[in-house]
């Protein structure tokens, strides 16, 4: 049985669209971005997904790290679109 627990959009989003440019740019500050999506995520049904992100960003294998950060934000029904406007 599986619990679906809410998450924080507003908190959430914008951790993944940073992460996405991070990754993009092949920046390892995203294993700093990894660990505060897996704060937020942990008790989620992506937890999976996270620690194989975790690892690959670990690995510093960023272009497949991209490619299940898509695949969470599509099971958390997240666009990631849109441009990180923080610094």
């Not at 092949?26 to 995520?41: H, P, W």
Request: proline residues 1%; charged residues 30%; hydrophobic residues 40%.
């Amino acid at each position: 049985l599986e619990t679906a627990v809410s998450i924080d959009a507003s908190t959430v989003k914008p951790l993944f669209i940073r992460l996405r440019d991070l990754l993009q740019d092949d920046d390892m500050e995203a294993v700093d971005c990894v660990e505060a999506l897996k704060s937020d995520l942990e008790a989620t049904s992506v937890n999976q997904e996270l620690q194989e992100l975790e690892k690959c960003v670990g690995q510093y294998d960023f272009e497949q790290a991209s490619e299940i950060l898509v695949k969470i934000a599509e099971k958390l029904k997240l666009s990631l679109n849109e441009q990180y406007f923080g610094t």
